[in-house]
């Protein structure tokens, strides 16, 4: 008996024979219709993916097995949105510009164009607004996703291959426009071609496009400036074009530290976007000059006469909007209260009209 084992160390020795538990293993499709050298896309590359695995890390008991399709590998900028409706994806860069008929609110800023070009305050603007307006994020959930963070572009301009001086510069001329950007271009001669960053540039290169409606962060990025050095600077605002979204029936099947550290980490991603954007807007220009660009400013006259040319696109807009039974008049009246609210002043007074 002298030799027998004491029982403190036999109670013991299951315990040391036992490994640690494995961390779950959690699939996930993440993707973007841009490529990965795009500010959103990379971003999410080497910022919201490391920094989820990371967190996930720390506690052991979860781990993601990503699955990445940046640059249209998976879904397009089109079909983005339905990719992930339909579960194909299960996060995604959604660019919902494109996506008027589906998510009508959204587009709030593209039909009250001539305001704020303060990206930061935009979206700022925008986070009070949604907290009026439930239906803003409704729309998602009626597509089997949520929003997990915003972006928008802090000031868009037109690139051309030729001069632009006056209104009658553009009678003819062909642009590409992003979603309901093209009614930006309504009542001035020109027409706008709907279109996405994948394409701009060959439509340039080939005479396809006269010229596109961009904003000054992609300048850089995507070099349009060598197939349309002439950058007219009109100003036509700060645009929220793109969300970060999950599909709904994934993220209910998520644990509850999952879901919120995807949460808390598309926060922070959402807050260092935006700073690179305004960022990469303050350096976009000088880059373009730096490449061979040139920058004209459209006079102050010529802008006013071009606000002046369009038709109120707010009141259009928010009369489809209300037929569908959303609150587009609630929408356009809580945007542009909260816009003067933070000091915004627009070319025109889109609400009351």
Do not use: C
């Amino acid at each position: 008996m002298k030799n027998a084992t004491p029982l403190s160390l036999v109670l013991a020795l299951p315990v040391l024979a036992t490994p640690a538990l494995a961390a779950e293993t959690i699939r996930m499709t993440i993707a973007a219709g841009l490529p990965v050298h795009s500010t959103g896309v990379s971003y999410l590359e080497n910022l919201l993916i490391p920094e989820v695995d990371r967190r996930l890390a720390e506690t052991g008991d979860y781990q993601i097995e990503w699955t990445k399709g940046w640059g249209g590998t998976i879904a397009g900028q089109f079909d983005m949105f339905e990719a992930v409706e339909d579960g194909i994806v299960d996060i995604a860069y959604v660019n919902t510009l494109f996506e008027g008929a589906k998510l009508p609110l959204e587009q709030i800023t593209f039909v009250t164009p001539f305001g704020s070009t303060d990206l930061k305050q935009t979206m700022a603007t925008f986070d009070k607004v949604r907290e009026e307006i439930p239906e803003l994020d409704e729309q998602f959930l009626k597509h089997n996703q949520r929003r997990l963070a915003i972006s928008g572009l802090v000031n868009y301009h037109m690139l051309s291959t030729f001069e632009i001086n006056t209104l009658d510069d553009l009678e003819g001329r062909k642009f590409g426009a992003p979603g309901l950007a093209a009614n930006w271009l309504e009542g001035t001669g020109a027409t706008p071609v709907s279109g996405s960053l994948s394409e701009y540039y060959n439509s340039l290169k080939t005479g396809v496009y006269d010229g596109v409606l961009m904003f000054e962060s992609g300048i850089p990025s995507f070099k349009f400036y060598e197939v349309a050095p002439i950058i007219t600077r009109v100003g036509f605002g700060s645009q929220l074009t793109t969300n970060i979204t999950i599909n709904e029936d994934k993220w209910q099947s998520l644990p509850p530290e999952v879901q919120e550290i995807l949460m808390e980490v598309a926060a922070d991603y959402e807050t260092q976007l935006v700073d690179a954007t305004v960022e990469r807007a303050a350096t976009g220009l000088q880059t373009a000059v730096e490449n061979g660009a040139t920058i004209n400013d459209m006079p102050t006259g010529e802008i006013a006469a071009l606000a002046a040319a369009l038709p109120n696109i707010a009141q259009l807009w928010v009369t489809t909007t209300d037929e569908k039974g959303l609150p587009g008049t609630r929408m356009l009246e809580a945007w542009m209260q909260a816009s003067r609210d933070a000091g915004v002043t627009f070319a025109r007074d889109w609400d009351k009209e």
